[in-house]
């Protein structure tokens, strides 16, 4: 009993430092502050965090509505005055005439999946032969699915505002926090999309701004009143259009137009961790053990380091050899791949113990199809419902009642897995308003040791040393779990609108939010108004019937920016709407992400609740899979971890207090014992 009343005075006191510390941090944040609606440079913090900075540059006043429109006459295509910028048409087909590179191919599955009997018991690396009746279905590098046609605005009288006066009038900058969920969520969401889709501008030359013209650039000019280019004299964003089916080698399409590709896998199968095809899949493995390559420095594993022998880190000296490059964009995503390749390996050592006939090919196949399962898992019990709300997710099929050892037979052969091109290029980009400008390393008291601006760490080789050193690891840990994300709303932090991939030595960046905008030009997205009647809202005939979904607000910014509702892009219209219920997506957006996701899980011969004999888990395993959490998952493969809380995606509290190690559920792999006869050896 004094042993308990000890742990729980432990425990409440660690969580009144969370409580403490999370204000602390939050209030001593100097990033992330901006303002409301469309003042861009007028907050504080920032102000005097750039007048600290060697060259000092002055700041212009913010834009507000009225000298928006001053912005607007000098953007709005029927004022365009440069002929070169981003308002001219969109075709669809980029017409690269002359590949620089080895063309690109499409995926192709064998004649006859059932040759190999691998097929029906684990996945292909590269997606094929998952469904056996259309092997092709999900397979890497793939044409992305549409729910609606695409529109290319060149086949419209009115062409598009310039993508950057967009995202500086629409899009305010602050960084409020979400109520509850914290970064691991978000950094969760961008593990699964990188798992879904990649698009590749493959062949585009390094810098568009200096060569507009080529077929694959559509460069983004620069309103001179904004922040980049007031503060560097900057007219343009490079941006690279994406390659399509007209640009590959690919099978026969019955479409009437080009398609754009997608270079991994659709399937939730952590492609972005084993690969997509066998030459990605071969540089991972270390053919002992059923292990994964791994660097081992201070005491621990790590993602192996390249430097840059193959030219894979690019202008960098050295860089996460990783099968997806997007995986070491920031240490937090590095972080999450680094754990799941940690699990990996524990997982094939306790199965060499458990099953010591088990060779190479059979413990890697087990650990990987555990390490899939686990995060399916994770995905569809512990994060969708709290990206898409717990009642949507069981009223659509997504989850199931948690009958602990119940299979789940949903799959559904007719299913294409494929990313759908409003998905990708759109609705779940929309969470990129979810992240914050800045990431914190947190102390075993959930005192915050440092925060660190992300644009300093994007893509940088910094982030290597920065995660092996001392415990830097386990604090960010800490910190994913601690940290809230930042809200999602009609904002965007400056680190992600102004800074965004800024290199070293630069004051500024770019801008993601116009990059998506242009994304969904470049794809030829559906306009938000098709979508929304497509999604079974109300068609806008006028700008008054947005009034149920968006502000008064937007819509009359709306109005200025477009000539009519139905010129409203889906990547804009979508990502101002009040949010669903529960959700962090509007109706439109969440319609889109939620059919996306029951597409992954249904079209999914390999479904972790499957019932099938070959490819499945018995009931017990099943049982055990379904005690997987992110929190498990750091405990077993962090170092100096001893407390976190059981549902890491959301902030500690009453009902989440932080628990010891040893008390967090974890997957009892005894249950794998095989005392069969093994099939494969
Ligand atoms: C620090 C966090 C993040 C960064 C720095 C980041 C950055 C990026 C970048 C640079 C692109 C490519 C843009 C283009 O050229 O079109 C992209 C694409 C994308 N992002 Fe993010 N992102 C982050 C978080 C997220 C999150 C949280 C989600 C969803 C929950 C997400 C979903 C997507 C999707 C769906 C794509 C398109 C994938 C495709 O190529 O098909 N991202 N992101």
């Not at 019990?381 to 989850?399: H, M, S, T």
Request: charged share 20%.
């Amino acid at each position: 009993m004094g042993l308990h009343i000890l742990v729980l005075g432990v425990f409440l006191q660690l969580f009144s430092y969370v409580v403490s510390e999370q204000s602390a941090l939050l209030s001593s944040c100097p990033y992330g502050h901006g303002n409301e609606g469309f003042n861009l440079d007028t907050d504080h913090s920032d102000r005097e965090r750039r007048n600290a900075q060697p060259f000092q540059l002055e700041v212009r006043p913010s834009v507000n509505e009225p000298n928006l429109d001053v912005f607007l006459k000098d953007f709005l295509p029927k004022y365009n005055v440069n002929p070169s910028s981003v308002t001219s048409g969109w075709l669809d087909l980029p017409s690269i005439e002359k590949q620089p590179s080895e063309p690109i191919k499409c995926g192709l599955p064998p004649q006859n999946c059932l040759n190999d009997s691998l097929n029906l018991h684990y996945r292909s690396i590269d997606g094929s032969c998952n469904n056996l009746l259309y092997p092709e279905f999900g397979i890497a590098i793939n044409r992305y699915r549409r729910l609606l046609p695409p529109r290319y605005v060149d086949q419209h009288v009115q062409a598009v505002p310039n993508a950057r006066l967009i995202s500086l009038s629409l899009y305010g900058e602050t960084t409020k926090t979400d109520s509850y969920r914290t970064m691991a969520a978000m950094q969760w969401g961008q593990f699964v999309a990188h798992d879904i889709s990649q698009l590749t501008t493959k062949g585009a030359p390094k810098d568009c701004c200096a060569e507009p013209q080529h077929p694959q650039c559509k460069p983004i000019a620069l309103p001179r009143g904004g922040p980049i280019a007031y503060n560097t004299g900057k007219s343009c964003l490079s941006f690279a259009r994406a390659i399509s089916d007209a640009d590959a080698i690919c099978p026969k399409s019955d479409l009437p137009y080009s398609e754009k590709l997608s270079v991994v896998t659709s399937y939730l199968d952590l492609s972005s961790l084993y690969g997509n095809s066998p030459a990605q899949n071969r540089r991972v493995r270390l053919f002992k053990g059923g292990l994964l390559r791994t660097s081992y420095v201070n005491g621990q594993h790590w993602v192996p380091v390249s430097h840059n022998e193959n030219g894979e880190c690019g202008s960098k000296s050295e860089c996460y050899s990783m099968p997806d490059r997007r995986n070491r964009f920031t240490p937090t995503i590095a972080l999450l791949h680094t754990i799941l390749l940690r699990e990996h390996n524990r997982l094939a050592e306790q199965l060499a113990l458990l099953n010591p006939a088990y060779n190479d090919e059979r413990l890697y196949q087990e650990a990987r199809k555990i390490n899939i399962a686990q995060f399916q898992k994770i995905t569809y019990y512990d994060w969708v419902p709290l990206f898409l709300g717990r009642d949507y997710a069981q009223l659509n099929g997504l989850i199931y009642p948690e009958e602990s050892n119940e299979f789940v037979n949903d799959y559904d052969e007719s299913v294409n897995p494929s990313a759908y091109a409003e998905f990708s290029a759109a609705a779940f980009r929309y969470s990129h308003t979810q992240i914050p400008g800045w990431f914190s390393l947190v102390a075993p008291n959930r005192s915050s040791n440092q925060t660190l601006r992300l644009s300093d760490y994007f893509e940088r080789p910094e982030t290597i040393q920065l995660l092996s050193s001392s415990d830097n690891f386990d604090a960010l840990i800490r910190g994913l779990a601690t940290q809230l994300q930042k809200r999602s709303d009609a904002n965007v932090d400056v680190e992600i609108k102004h800074y965004f991939n800024r290199k070293e030595f630069q004051e500024y960046g770019a801008d993601l939010k116009s990059f998506d905008i242009q994304r969904g030009r470049d794809f030829g997205l559906a306009s938000y108004n098709d979508v929304r009647e497509f999604c079974g809202l109300r068609r806008a005939n006028y700008w008054e019937d947005f009034a149920a979904e968006i502000s008064g607000e937007k819509i009359s910014l709306l109005r200025k920016l477009y000539a009519s509702p139905d010129d409203v892009e889906l990547t804009v219209g979508g990502s101002l709407e009040f949010h669903a219920p529960e959700a962090l997506y509007g109706p439109t957006m969440l319609c889109i992400v939620g059919k996306q996701l029951l597409n992954s899980r249904r079209s999914d011969r390999f479904f972790f609740e499957r019932d099938n004999h070959l490819s499945g888990f018995s009931r017990t395993q099943l049982a055990e899979i379904r005690k997987a959490s992110l929190a498990g998952l750091f405990c077993s493969n962090a170092h100096y971890l001893h407390y976190i809380q059981a549902n890491v995606f959301v902030f500690p509290n009453g009902r989440n207090s932080l628990l010891n190690c040893n008390d967090i559920p974890q997957v009892d792999l005894s249950k794998w014992q095989d005392f069969r006869a093994q099939i494969m050896n």
